[in-house]
Nanobody, 118 residues
Framework: QVQLVESGGGLVQPGESLRLSCAAS????????MSWYRQAPGKERELVAA????????KFADSLKGRFTISRDNAKNTVYLQMNSLKPEDTAVYYC???????????WGQGTQVTVSS
């Protein structure tokens, strides 16, 4: 079955960086769009970034362009989210999603907490 395991979250200070990883199994990873979403307390889950199976196409939430990048290693069945210049408003649980581009699929990881605070 599809399994998505996120890692790399933690507590950082404003301006610092984090790299999240999502290890995938149970499906043909290299053919699947992968996405990162986040959900802050009291807010709806929102798209952060997505990347096609080949890695040639990506998209980002407009507010995050320039600070976040998404990449993947199909040999390792892993997708990454590099987050730079983190701000307190980036505090959220970050989730990996497999298979969706315009809308998320039903396949979610368990999430990893990112807290940006001084």
């Amino acid at each position: 079955q599809v399994q998505l395991v996120e890692s790399g979250g933690g507590l950082v200070q404003p301006g610092e960086s984090l790299r999240l990883s999502c290890a995938a199994s149970g499906f043909t990873f290299s053919s699947s769009t992968m996405s990162w979403y986040r959900q802050a307390p009291g807010k709806e889950r929102e798209l952060v970034a997505a990347i096609t199976g080949s890695g040639r196409s990506t998209k980002f939430a407009d507010s995050l362009k320039g600070r976040f990048t998404i990449s993947r290693d199909n040999a390792k069945n892993t997708v990454y989210l590099q987050m730079n210049s983190l701000k307190p408003e980036d505090t959220a649980v970050y989730y990996c999603n497999a298979g969706g581009w315009d809308v998320p699929s039903r396949y979610w990881g368990q999430g990893t907490q990112v807290t940006v605070s001084s």
